[in-house]
Structure formats: structure tokens, C-alpha cells
């Protein structure tokens, strides 16, 4: 197959690509270059997608799938207008960001949607919403063709969020005392970034269509944990943090600095236990959680255990509440 990956650098375009090539597909990826290389035996068209449909110039010809990961409704818009009328089948990588209801455990696809965003372009505070304008978008381009994934965490070796990789980082960068959340009843769903991208090249070769929740295990938080612990061989003290606590002293839930990741507060019981009974009836398959942790290790250590991260605790907040909650308990 002529398989274009719009994209193709970075996390899971790149480990599409790298998984069409590795079936023996003729794939071409198209980016700036910027942020990495394409994998080995793949093609690059460097090219700036904000040049709008300039920026297809480079590509000849047909193609039996397309791949698209963007989230700026801009760029989606102006590829299907080049490329849509030249592939046979077309992924567009969503989210499910895109739905309106995260309080509601084991919903599907038939979910109601957030509103679309309206703009070309899209901050991070409309994520959902621009995923959903450029759902829209494809689907009106490319219609009966369309396949829609809907991952949620993606993990494994390449993950830039620095979420799911935090834990098995901090537990393997230091035996101090770790903080974790006292949470018993967060439920966290994670696909390996390797097994979501075999069932995009799934989809494309088998002519998969429809939108689909490409979603890992609706798992335990605590069992999260406990598989990073067992990776690093962490022989530390976890210290359960309650999560009124956690919120009470400013620590973010699920990303960004100064954050436990992973964690989130009551209302969220849905987002890590949508259904994926769709996906896994069409053929997605899932490794066990302990072969995407071990991944995540390796590649934090490639990375560096204590290099500045953009989620998580530093050590020095993390010393701090450790202290905090310590004083909380003390007699």
C-alpha cells in the first residue's frame, strides 16, 4: 500500500509510520522535520502545514490511506481539500477529549460530543472542542472512507506529555518517600503507543470505518503504581495523599507542572473507563500493562531521570508534602 503519514516524527505518527514500513508498506510522511526523523525506510516531504495547501505540493499521485493526528482545524481542513478525492481510506487520530460527559462510566461512541470549535486555529483550552470541529470536518470530506480513533492516555517509549512516564521515572530516579494518591476509586485507561498504532495500519489495511474508542483497560490507579514500583524496583515509602489534601495544596490533577499525572478528582469516573468493545470486536489488541511500563522506563532513563519534566512533582515539592502531610498525621 502507499501509505501518507501526515506526520510522522514524533510519538505516534512516528510509530505508524514505523509500523506500516515494518509490514513492507511504501510510506511517505509528510512534516517539517523539526522535531525528529522519520523512521528508517520512510520518506519525508518537509513541508509547513501552515502554508495551507501549498503545503501538499510535494505529493504525487494517489494514496491507499491517509493518517492524520492534527488538531488544528485549519490544517485538517485544507489537506482534505488536496488529498481527500486521492486516498481510499482516511484515519483521522482523535480523541476522546471530544466528548461532553466524563462522569459517566462505560459510555461508547454514541457519547454526545463537545460543541465544535469554530476558529481555524485552536488553543490548548479547546482541545476537545478542536478535535471535534476536525471530526466534523473529515467526515464531511471524506464520508464512508473515514475511520475515527478516539485514544485516551497513550503510553510507552516516546510519550512527550511526560505523564505516564512520570511514575516509573520517580520511582527508579529516587528511594525517597513518593507521594501517590489516596484514590482507590481512580481508574486510569492507558494504550500502549505501539498497539494503538498497529490498529491504525489495521484499520487502513482492512478498510476499518466508523469512529472507535482506541482505548487501553479501564485499571486501577494503585495497580498503575504498583507495576511502575515493580519496574524501577523501588524500595521506598509511598505516602497515600487524600484528594482534598492534594487539592487544598495547589497539586494539579492529571498534567502539567508541580501535578500528580494520572490523578483526577471526583467527576471524572468516566474518563478512564470508556468502552472499548467497538475496537476490540475489529481486531485492536492489548499488551499487558507491565511491557508499556517497562517501555516508559527505558525510555525516561534514555531521556534522564532528573531532567526538568513538564508534569509531575519536583523533588523539592514533593519533600514538601511529604513534610506536610507527615505534621497532618502526627499525634
Known amino acids: ?10 510519538f505516534l505518527s512516528a510509530h505508524t509510520a514505523r509500523e506500516a514500513v515494518q509490514r513492507g508498506h511504501e510510506v511517505t510522511c509528510l512534516a517539517r522535520g523539526v522535531s525528529g526523523r522519520v523512521p528508517e525506510g520512510a520518506t519525508l516531504v518537509a513541508a509547513d502545514r501552515s502554508d495551507g495547501t501549498r503545503a501538499y505540493d510535494g505529493l504525487d499521485g494517489d494514496w491507499d490511506a491517509v493518517v492524520d493526528v492534527s488538531w488544528q ?12 478525492p486521492r486516498a481510499r481510506h482516511w484515519t483521522y487520530v482523535s480523541s476522546c477529549s471530544v466528548y461532553a460527559d466524563h462522569a ?11 460543541p465544535h470549535h ?29 475511520h475515527i480513533s478516539r485514544p485516551g492516555l497513550i503510553g510507552g517509549p516516546g510519550d512527550g506529555s511526560d505523564r505516564f512516564g512520570y511514575w516509573p521515572a520517580r520511582f527508579a530516579r529516587s528511594s525517597e518517600p513518593a507521594v501517590v494518591p489516596d484514590t482507590p476509586e ?3 485507561q492507558v494504550i500502549d503507543v505501539r498497539d494503538l498504532a498497529a490498529w491504525l495500519i489495521d484499520a487502513a489495511e482492512e478498510g476499518v470505518t466508523g469512529p472507535f474508542n482506541a482505548v487501553g483497560r479501564p485499571t486501577e490507579l494503585r495497580t498503575v503504581l504498583g507495576a511502575a514500583m515493580e519496574a524501577s524496583g523501588f524500595e521506598g515509602t509511598a505516602v497515600p495523599a487524600p484528594a482534598d489534601w492534594l487539592q487544598a495544596q495547589g497539586v494539579r490533577p492529571w498534567a502539567g507542572e508541580e501535578s500528580l499525572p494520572l490523578w483526577l478528582p471526583s467527576g471524572y469516573e468516566g474518563f478512564g473507563s470508556r468502552s472499548a468493545a467497538a475496537a476490540l470486536e475489529q481486531g485492536l489488541t492489548l499488551r499487558p500493562l507491565e511491557e508499556t511500563v517497562e517501555a516508559a522506563l527505558a525510555y525516561e532513563r534514555e531521556l534522564g531521570l532528573d531532567r526538568p519534566r513538564k508534569a509531575g512533582l519536583s523533588a523539592a515539592r514533593e519533600r514538601e508534602l511529604v513534610s506536610l502531610l507527615r505534621a497532618a498525621t502526627r499525634p
Open 1 to 10: 500500500m502507499r501509505i501518507l503519514i501526515l506526520g510522522g516524527t514524533v
Open 73 to 84: 482545524p485549519g490544517h485538517v481542513r485544507e489537506a482534505l481539500k488536496v488529498l481527500a
Open 104 to 114: 459517566v462510566p462505560g459510555l461508547g461512541e454514541e457519547a454526545v460530543l463537545l
Open 118 to 146: 469554530s476558529g481555524a486555529e485552536a488553543g490548548p483550552g479547546d482541545y476537545g472542542e478542536a478535535k471535534v470541529a476536525c471530526e466534523q470536518l473529515s467526515v464531511e470530506a471524506v464520508g464512508s472512507r473515514l
Open 186 to 188: 481512580t481508574l486510569v
